[in-house]
């Protein structure tokens, strides 16, 4: 088969479509024919070589995939391989495509469902009416947060450059805050402050967030986009009876993502077969031009998913 590699020496900036050995499907594993998969910020830090595949990992990027079973349509979450014309996943990560959505469009559901419902509904316990702060809204996670959010019955803020906030307020943000011009923790205090934020950038954001946050708030980090390494002030946070809690998807043992599989499908899909929450699919890119669509989210052109589509 054909899939994207990353050639060891090739360098940060090089992707390859390749021939590599077809996959085979161990124990309680299953075999997908790829349709298409989807670009997360991971798989351009798995390219840059700061985000090795957890051991047994396919060594190809790509972390969820939409395409055929023995002829029956399914999306997955995986921890690899999903750059790629077939994959071998584990059955109890499979997810059947929700009613009124194109194959495709199914492969931007898993890796940010599964995400966002782990942090913010299992996490954070975020509940209607409490306020939910969604940085980075234009984003995969951001556009997906945002409509759980409100299919939840939260108030949703969110920060995003001004160009993206008229289809963010369109997503249903209650709030838009331009992070380039706007302090987002002085305008979250003017609202009442957040009872939940949900967190992309890491160290740079650590203060503000803790400002951010309202009384008994929680802090749900799941990137470091601004660093790594900051000093957190206890006595602001046990002043706030706050909480904060840091998770990556990728790296949790299969029965945790079988357990968080089984969650979205019973909240999270409902949702979307009501038409409460639909995956916003920014672009499609033929699978072979993969490095094509990196340059796009690391660019920050796009509003939502950038789908990788094998070629017929």
């Known amino acids: 088969m054909r899939a994207i590699t990353i050639p060891e020496f090739g360098g ?3 992707l390859t479509w390749a021939e590599v050995p077809d996959p085979v499907a161990g124990p309680g594993e299953v075999l997908i024919d790829v ?15 700061h985000y090795a595949p957890p051991a047994g990992a396919s060594p190809y990027p790509g972390l969820e995939c939409a395409g055929l079973v023995g002829g029956e349509p399914v999306c997955a979450l995986l921890s690899g391989g999903g750059y790629a ?3 071998a996943v584990p059955a109890e ?8 959505l194109a194959l495709d469009e199914a492969a931007g559901l898993p890796e940010v469902a599964c995400t966002v419902w782990s942090n913010v509904v299992r996490g ?30 939260a ?9 993206k906030h008229e289809a963010l307020l369109a997503l249903g943000a209650d709030h838009v805050i331009d992070y380039s011009t706007e302090d987002f923790a002085a305008v979250a205090q003017g609202l009442g402050g957040a009872d939940v934020i949900l967190d992309i950038i890491g160290a740079s954001y650590l203060d503000r967030n803790m400002a951010a946050l309202a009384p008994n ?3 749900a980090i799941i990137g470091t986009q601004g660093g790594r390494r900051a000093e957190l002030d206890l006595g602001k946070l046990m002043a706030k009876r706050g909480s904060v809690s840091a998770t990556t998807l990728r ?10 599989i089984k969650g979205v499908r019973a909240t999270v899909w409902p949702l979307v077969e009501e038409g409460k929450i639909r995956p916003v699919i920014d672009r499609r890119i033929p699978m072979p031009r993969a490095a094509e669509a990196h340059r796009v989210v690391e660019d920050n052109l796009h509003t939502g998913k950038v789908l990788l589509v094998n070629p017929a």
């Open 217 to 219: 708030g929680r802090l």
């Open 251 to 260: 790296a949790r043992p299969a029965a945790e993502k079988t357990e968080i």
């Open 124 to 153: 954070a316990r975020l509940a209607s009416g409490e306020t939910l702060l969604v940085h980075g809204g234009s984003s995969g996670i951001g556009t997906f947060a945002i409509q759980l959010g409100k299919a939840l019955g």
């Open 85 to 87: 014309e077939r994959v």
């Open 93 to 100: 990560h499979v997810l059947p495509v929700p009613a009124g």
């Open 155 to 163: 108030r949703v803020i969110t920060t995003a450059r001004k160009v």
């Open 12 to 14: 940060p900036d090089v």
């Open 35 to 49: 349709v298409a998969s989807a670009v997360n910020r991971a798989d351009l830090m798995q390219r840059q070589g």
